[in-house]
């Protein structure tokens, strides 16, 4: 049989491990002030009634020299629960990740397989260090919040950003907001020692019934050596989703 090279990649990603000038003008508010609140309540409230959602796009992963580009599908039910497809020119799937928040399955049309996982980093399927609950999230149009013990706004002449911080000082995200500080435009995910883990940026914001949605979804490491580009066509807010969807077996 003769092996898609989606799969393949998907396969080898599987199983294989794997300095910004300071504007002159910055000021930083309180970490308690009413603002930095504000900010963060408005986002933990966005969306938040989108329960379940569905997709289809095109999706660019590069990793150094490689990359691929494939029409993807995906569908998501709270609380947290994924399923991504990898699809043929016949929109047949030839590669498909899902997680039910217990299990993390892979299957493509020769192989399968299943960890136990209840939230799984998927940097070997997209190269990128990032959370299955953080591409949830940022699917169903929101910005993922890393647990934080402060929070402090950072203005720029043209940003405002939202500093979330360890209890030890370290910055552990940063999220930009354009002047207005309603539209997220990207966000910075950091280690515990305040390495950069990962970036994301938002683009082509679009209204699905009562919910804003980004259409363009873009995650890179450090060096933007490796990530990946989503690109999406259509898209579906409160479908419904059995919760065997997100259960892959050898053969469906």
């Known amino acids: 049989m003769k092996t898609n090279p989606l799969s ?3 396969i080898m990603l599987f199983f294989i491990s794997a300095c910004t000038p300071v504007s002159p003008r910055v000021s930083k508010t309180s970490v308690d002030s009413a603002e930095a609140q504000h900010l963060l309540t408005s986002l933990k409230n966005k969306n938040h009634t989108l329960n379940s959602f569905k997709g289809i796009g095109k999706i660019k992963i590069w990793d150094k020299d490689k990359f691929q580009i494939a ?8 609380p947290g629960k994924l399923r991504i497809e990898a699809l043929n020119v016949s929109g047949q799937p030839v590669a498909s990740i899902a997680g039910d928040g217990k299990w993390f399955y892979y299957r493509n049309h020769d192989d399968f397989y299943k960890k136990q996982a209840s939230d799984p980093s998927l940097k070997k399927i997209v190269s990128v260090p990032v959370r ?3 591409i949830f999230s940022m699917l169903a149009g929101r910005v993922p919040i890393q647990e934080h013990h402060l929070a402090l706004i950072v203005k720029h002449e043209s940003e405002y950003v939202l500093e979330l911080q360890s209890k030890w000082g370290n910055i552990i995200e940063k999220i930009y907001f354009d002047t207005s500080k309603t539209i997220v435009s990207k966000i910075e995910m950091f280690d515990a020692f305040g390495s950069l883990t990962y970036r994301a940026a938002f683009g082509r914001i679009r209204t699905i019934g009562d919910y804003q949605i980004p259409f363009t979804l873009e995650l890179s490491d450090d060096d933007d050596d490796a990530g990946f580009q989503l690109h999406i066509s259509n898209y579906w807010t409160g479908v419904p989703v059995p919760p065997s969807k997100f259960i892959l077996t050898p053969t469906d």
């Open 132 to 134: 299955s609950s953080d």
């Open 71 to 78: 029409r993807v599908a995906w569908l998501g039910a709270a």
């Open 8 to 10: 393949i990649l998907l």
